[in-house]
């Protein structure tokens, strides 16, 4: 079972849609997944058209330790892909955990009692490093980067590697970077162009050869609640998202 964050301070760059329809294209490759909503704002929840049962558990309740991770769980329309949902409740986690001992390892210790369970848990996380992102990345394995190709992305980049970097030295040794992921390209722009060069340059080949393009689609998705490879599979953001599992896929297996 590998963990991996989805992750990146800058908000609207595409986390949420990166980690669900990742998760789909994985789940039918029968790879069993789970997507752990991490984001009070509880957007991959809604967008997989999940409403919550009152007293559905949520990832606030396993980080607070509240249930165990395995009732938390609820199933999609899609086989073989589970989510654990969010709930705006997580917004006070951070006040909560505060003077816990151990208040980075939370998250870690609850996930451990998922024993294999699934093949890949995706954590989607809220866009800023708070206490409840630093729960995730303490508990991932890597850290897979959704990139939108804009004015100042590579200093927010920068700064993403050092926070990664500062919980390595601290908290989890093992964390390293999966790839980073440009989200939302336009080829018509040249910015977007001279950023993709930078970040190739700098980053190299962590940096995914398939990129996202902007697509009408993809936005509209979320709101009939489906993964854009279950509301479109033919538009060029769903073949975009099945290239990227595949590439994905490739890379671990090189690993
Ligand atoms: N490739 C794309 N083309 C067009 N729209 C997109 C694309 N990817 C994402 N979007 C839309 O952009 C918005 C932000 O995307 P998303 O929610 O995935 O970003 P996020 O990084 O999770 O945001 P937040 O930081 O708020 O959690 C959403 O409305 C989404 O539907
Ligand atoms: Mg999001």
């Given amino acids: 079972m590998k963990i991996i964050s989805v992750a990146n301070r800058k908000g609207g760059v595409g986390k949420t849609t990166t980690a669900i329809n990742i998760a789909t294209a994985l789940s039918a490759i029968e790879k069993k997944v789970l997507v752990i909503d991490f984001d009070p704002q509880g957007n991959a929840t809604t967008s997989l058209g999940i409403t919550k049962a009152k007293n559905q ?10 249930c165990g991770a395995e009732r938390a769980v609820i199933g999609t329309d899609i086989p073989r892909f589970d989510v654990i949902p969010s709930s705006p409740d997580l917004a006070a986690a951070e006040i909560e955990l505060v003077d816990l001992h151990n208040r980075e390892f939370v998250l870690k210790s609850a996930l451990s009692r998922l024993n294999d369970v699934y093949d ?29 190709c804009e004015f100042l992305a590579l200093e927010g980049l920068a700064d993403l590697m050092k926070n990664i970097n500062a919980i390595k030295r601290n908290f989890n040794s093992e964390l390293c970077l999966q ?3 440009l989200t ?5 722009n040249n910015l977007s162009k001279m950023i993709e060069a930078d970040v190739r340059k700098y980053f190299g080949d962590k940096v995914y050869e398939t990129v996202i393009p902007r697509c009408v689609r993809i936005a ?11 509301y479109d599979f033919k538009c060029s953001g769903a073949q975009a998202y099945v290239q990227l599992a595949k590439e994905f896929l490739k890379r671990e297996k090189e690993l």
């Fill in 57 to 66: 558990p949520s990832s606030y309740d396993v980080l607070i330790g509240r």
């Fill in 120 to 148: 890949y848990v995706l954590i989607d996380c809220p866009p800023s490093l708070n206490l409840i992102t630093i729960n995730a990345l303490v508990s991932s394995k890597s850290v897979l980067v959704p990139l939108q």
């Fill in 179 to 181: 790839g980073i992921v």
């Fill in 184 to 188: 939302m390209f336009s080829r018509q």
């Fill in 220 to 230: 509209e998705a979320p709101s009939f609640g489906k993964p854009i490879l279950l």
